[in-house]
């Protein structure tokens, strides 16, 4: 059975996480989608929240399971039993960064593989950090999201407002 990771902090996930989840889940048998407990961003969401979100909108999709992690993405992907992991590519500047991640990957995990997609061209230039600014900003992001995140976005930010 070949199983694949598709590891990320999806704060929140996006429509275009979906496309590459939807996408790396029909070339292999298992897709574990790993949800970063504490990435070095300013999350929005929660680790359960983002779980959560991320079940939901992978819900159509028999083979893929969520999870949360906390070490290093490739103890985690060891750990899975697998020896591949799956990122999206938008544009150069993502191409640099996950290059450079993965030489590093390299150094720890030299018997794990990289295999990157590129996003389809109606997500080229999703990011959760701009949606969540538009977001904040009072703009509608429900095209971009998935129902449940397009909602969780408005509580989430609502609340903010009245505070």
Known sequence: MKIAVYPGSFDPVTLGHVDIATRAAALCDRLIVGVYEAPPKNLLFSTQERVELM???VSHLPNVEVTAY??????FIRRMGSRAYVRGLRMNSDFEREFEMALMNKVFASDIELLCLMCSQEYQF??????????????????LVPDAVAQAL??????RRRA
Not at 70 to 75: A, F, P
Not at 126 to 143: H, I, N, Q, W
Not at 154 to 159: G, H, T
């Open 70 to 75: 906390s070490e290093l993405t490739m103890d």
């Open 126 to 143: 999703l990011s959760s950090s701009l949606l969540k600014e538009a977001a904040a900003l009072g703009a509608d992001v429900s095209r």
């Open 154 to 159: 408005k509580k989430k930010f609502a609340a």
């Open 55 to 57: 079940r939901q909108a």
